[in-house]
């Protein structure tokens, strides 16, 4: 047995080895991509052919493909009212958007406060589809932001049915997809998805890498974040991240690869672990249980825990989890996801997220149950200095 369990993959993942050696090869390789001679050559072809694996992950084609420095980059990129198609150059006047997004969408982008409005969702935290219908109606022509899973509660969202009602509005569909890729299918035209978001290292490349893809060659911004040597068509200057950029294509092709099978493993031991939990403590909550949801993701609670010292606990015995998302653990914030699902402010403070990838296994799942068992005992009988 290792000497720890990581349960934080929704945080970041660990590196593939195939991402690895794609680093590590390209780390060899001395030219600019934008040079013309046979190392910068060299160099282009290292991020062109990961151009082609990032695309297949999700059924896009090459040239749509944008790499970003982040999935937040991405997201932020993609959050412009300016995008026009071949049949529309009206700027977008509002974005849309849930209520359980990834606070990097929250952000709004680069859309005025006061046109950012929030959709609501469901006790499982899925995007209220009338609402949005609804919403969408008293706009001229929306973007609208949705995850396809949540970072958080692993909830998928309901993005196909959403994309046909955007669509019918004439409006555009934006998916953040960070969660999502290398974990459910996510193919861009089954989705309905106009522009779509994808994050390295949530997916065993580097952190610091990300990518914005678009559905067409017809999607043109006129006003990109950064502005320069003309980089990834214009859309994103700045010289490629070439050896980033590699293990990220390494990473999707693998994942890809392995999509179907890592789906089923973690299944199981998902199911495993969630069954255990419960039957240790029979009280615990499990958030989006009756949605459906990524294969990999647990958000729980047990009445009276503190997510912090549940972390500290298990830290304590070996075990990596996290307190919602890793974004916010560090500040000790309340959850907005589970705030947006209706659950009390008392819950909301125990939320323990559990992830699971391709390396965890039946005696790590073990070893976080006899965590468990500690830890619920201890809160049972009320000491407070241990668990609450
Ligand atoms: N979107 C979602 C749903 C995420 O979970 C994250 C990261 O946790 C991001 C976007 C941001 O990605 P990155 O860490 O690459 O900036």
């Not at 790590?364 to 830890?375: F, G, I, M, N, Q």
Request: glycine fraction near 10%; aromatic fraction near 4%.
């Amino acid at each position: 047995m290792s000497e720890r369990s990581y349960f934080d993959w929704n945080a970041t993942a660990p590196l593939r080895p195939q991402a690895r050696l794609a680093f590590e090869t390209a780390l060899l390789l001395s030219g600019n991509p934008s040079s013309v001679h046979a190392e910068g050559r060299a160099a282009r072809r290292a991020v062109e052919d990961a151009r082609q694996q990032v695309a297949a992950l999700v059924g896009a084609r090459a040239s749509d493909v944008f790499f970003t420095s982040s999935g937040t980059e991405a997201n932020m990129l993609a959050l412009s009212p300016a995008w026009e198609t071949a049949a529309e150059k009206q700027a977008c006047d509002r974005l849309l958007i849930s209520a359980v997004e990834h606070v990097s969408v929250r952000s709004g982008g680069r859309f005025p406060r006061a046109a950012v409005e929030e959709v609501p969702v469901d006790v499982q935290g899925r995007v209220n589809l009338t609402a949005l219908a609804e919403t969408l109606a008293r706009s001229k022509r929306s973007l609208v932001s949705l995850m396809l899973a949540n970072n958080e509660s692993g909830v998928i969202e309901p993005v196909a049915e959403a994309a046909a009602l955007v669509h019918a509005a004439g409006g555009l569909l934006h998916v953040d997809a960070v969660q999502a890729a290398g974990r459910i299918p996510c193919d861009m035209a089954a989705l309905g998805a106009d522009l779509l978001t994808l994050s390295a290292h949530k997916i065993g490349g580097l952190t610091g890498t990300g990518a914005l893809v678009r559905s067409s060659e017809d999607m043109h911004l006129a006003d990109p974040l950064i502005r320069g040597g003309g980089q990834e068509r214009g859309l994103r200057a700045g010289t490629e991240n070439v050896a980033g950029i590699a293990a990220f294509g390494a990473a999707a092709a693998t994942a890809r690869r392995e999509r179907e099978a890592e789906a089923k493993r973690m299944l199981a031991l998902r199911d495993r672990l969630e069954a255990g939990l419960r039957s240790i403590a029979p009280q615990t909550v499990i958030f989006g249980l009756g949605a459906e949801r990524l294969p990999n993701t647990t958000l729980f609670t047990l009445d009276g825990m503190k997510a912090e010292t549940a972390v500290i606990a298990f830290d304590l015995e070996g075990i990596a989890v996290s307190s919602g998302a890793a974004c916010s653990s560090g500040k000790v914030q309340p959850s907005h996801v589970l705030a947006a699902m209706g659950v009390s402010p008392a819950l909301r403070r125990g939320a323990v997220r559990v992830s699971l990838g391709w390396e965890t296994t039946e005696t790590d799942v073990e070893r976080l149950l006899s965590a468990w068992r500690k830890l619920a005992t201890a809160l049972s009988k009320g000491q407070r200095g241990v668990a609450a």
